[in-house]
Each structure stands twice: as structure tokens, then as C-alpha cells.
């Protein structure tokens, strides 16, 4: 069973950074996905970032590229989202999901995910 542990989060000023992280257990092949959602009050859910662990790939919604930045922690099934230069529009409750599987995102559609952190509020205010 695929299971997901996020931390993180928090309130910060516009223009300011944050970290998200993300550990993800319960593989049962050595190759596998990790990738963020959030959702904003009144919105639906939409992708922000994943990781690709069998070819290092990651890749970005367009309205968090250039600020965003997934890396993953080598000795565990870990990533971590650092976010810079954040905005009022970032703000909204942010998941972390998995999935078995190889790629995490074909042309523009995302992956199916198969685990679902419980999410960490990121607030994003003056």
C-alpha cells in the first residue's frame, strides 16, 4: 500500500520562499512518481510540479515555472518543492500524491495518481 507524508507549509509575505516536502513509501517496483497539487479556495485542484524517479525528469505547471523548483532527496523516496518568489495566487491547501508508475507527466496531461498526502495549507498574504 502506497503511502505519503508531507510537511511544510506555512504563511509567508508575497515575494518571499517556502519548502515543501514529501516522502512516499510502500514501492513495490524501483520505479515510481511524486508530484504536488494544490487547490485553491473556490477552485479545483490543479498539478504544480512532479518528479520522474526513474529518469530525473521534473516538470512544472506554467504558472509556477522559473519560481518552483522540484529536487529530489537521493537516500529516500523524498522530494522537496522549494517555492520562490510567491504570490497572493499560490495560495490554497498543497498536496503531495504518488503513483507507480514510470513517467509523471505525458505531453500535457499529468500522472493518475494512487496516494494522496492529507495537504499543508500555504498562505501567501501581506
Known amino acids: 500500500q502506497l503511502r505519503v507524508a508531507e510537511s511544510g507549509g506555512g504563511s509567508v509575505q508575497p515575494g518571499g520562499s517556502l519548502t515543501l516536502s514529501c516522502e512516499a513509501s510502500g514501492f513495490t517496483r524501483d520505479y515510481y512518481v511524486i508530484g504536488w497539487f494544490r487547490q485553491a479556495p473556490g477552485k479545483e485542484r490543479e498539478a504544480v510540479s512532479c518528479?520522474?524517479?526513474?529518469?530525473?525528469?521534473?516538470y512544472y505547471a506554467d504558472s509556477v515555472k522559473d519560481r518552483f523548483t522540484i529536487s529530489r532527496e537521493n537516500a529516500k523516496n523524498a522530494v522537496y518543492l522549494h517555492m520562490n518568489s510567491l504570490e497572493p495566487e499560490d495560495t490554497g491547501v498543497y498536496y503531495c500524491?504518488?503513483?507507480?508508475?514510470?513517467?509523471?507527466?505525458?505531453?500535457?496531461?499529468?500522472?493518475?495518481?494512487?496516494?494522496w498526502g492529507p495537504g499543508t495549507q500555504v498562505t501567501v498574504s501581506s
Open positions: 500524491a504518488t503513483a507507480q508508475m514510470q513517467l509523471c507527466r505525458y505531453g500535457d496531461t499529468w500522472f493518475n495518481t494512487d496516494a
Open positions: 518528479y520522474s524517479f526513474m529518469d530525473g525528469r521534473s
